[in-house]
């Protein structure tokens, strides 16, 4: 038995009404996925399927959280998952990925969409995830901050002259650059 069997949906069996499979992706999920990005999370997938002339519609909505680690101060945050997407899928003589449209073997007759549920909520998570201001773990702030706030002329590791504000959301007016490389502001401007 597959540990994703699970999520296999049948398709050969199908008549033209629309069927509706609702899935609970929880920690026994995401550790069976095993991959880094999300390793935690109860999101409830609703997937209906409907036979169209030679494909079948795939519906996929996804809501609910995942647990991911902040960027900022790497403690683990809550992120809410909101996700509606279509899959077209065909049968075919082999498995193939072409354009918009999965071909699975009509030998089979059905599809496994456990990694499609997967992807879709890695898609669903934002470039930067962090929490919202003045919720970050304060100590991780103090320390980052310590190292991203430099003074130019300064060498050595003196930090003591540093205000810290732990509402702060490091914006890159606050962030100093190493006098080396503001020659090399000046080529993008020139062209």
């Known amino acids: 038995m597959s540990k994703f069997e699970l999520y296999n949906i049948v398709l050969k069996d199908l008549d033209t009404e629309t069927r509706t499979f609702e899935f609970d992706l929880d920690e026994v999920y995401f550790k069976k996925i095993d ?53 077209q899928v065909k049968f ?11 071909i699975i073997p009509e030998s089979d007759g059905a599809i496994n969409i ?15 995830h962090v929490h919202p201001t003045g919720e970050c ?7 980052l901050k310590r190292h991203i706030t430099r003074q130019k002329d300064d060498d050595d590791d003196d930090t003591s002259s540093i205000e810290i504000d732990d509402d702060d959301d490091f914006s890159t007016d606050e962030i100093q650059t ?14």
């Open 35 to 87: 991959s880094p990005e999300v390793q935690k999370g109860d999101v409830k997938a609703k997937v209906s399927v409907q036979k169209k002339l030679s494909t079948f519609e795939l519906q996929f909505t996804l809501e609910g959280s995942v647990i991911i680690p902040c960027d900022r101060c790497l403690d683990d945050m809550v992120q809410p998952i909101h996700y509606k997407e279509k899959l």
């Open 92 to 102: 075919g003589d082999k498995f193939a990925e072409e354009d918009e449209i999965v």
């Open 114 to 128: 456990a990694w499609f549920l997967y992807e879709f909520i890695v898609l669903n998570i934002p470039i930067k």
């Open 137 to 143: 773990n304060k100590t991780m702030v103090t320390k």
């Open 178 to 191: 190493d006098p080396r490389w503001d020659g090399l502001q000046n080529i993008t401007e020139n062209n």
